[in-house]
Nanobody, 123 residues
């Protein structure tokens, strides 16, 4: 089973920056999509950014121009550079990966989520 380990959350002042990282581990054959979602208290989980295997990216409207997603295919990692942070960016951020893995000598698809990392933007 593919597991995701996130790091980099914390408390930052408005206008500050944070960098989130996520590493996938397991019997991974390939990862098609890696991305970040977030969920604030009382709200639905929403897309922050996703990056495809070939490097194509897609961002949520509220973070365009401020956040940058990148990945290292060789290391199965994805990072999210967050700049010009706002209080409304406060949420738990979840890493997501979709791809294929080897399970008991059979290839199968996976859709894995990390445990989440808290990002708090406050003065």
């Amino acid at each position: 089973q593919v597991q995701l380990a996130e790091s980099g959350g914390g408390l930052v002042q408005p206008g500050g920056s944070l960098r989130l990282s996520c590493a996938a581990s397991g019997s991974i054959l390939s990862i098609s999509f890696m991305g970040w979602y977030r969920q604030a208290p009382g709200k639905q989980r929403e897309l922050v950014a996703v990056i495809m295997n070939g490097g194509r990216t897609n961002y949520g409207e509220s973070v365009k121009g401020r956040f940058t997603i990148s990945r290292d295919n060789a290391k199965n990692t994805v990072s999210l550079q967050m700049n010009s942070l706002k209080p409304e960016d406060t949420a738990v951020y979840y890493c997501n990966a979709i791809g294929s893995e080897m399970a008991v000598a059979i290839a199968r698809n996976f859709n894995s989520w990390g445990q989440g990392t808290q990002v708090t933007v406050s003065s």
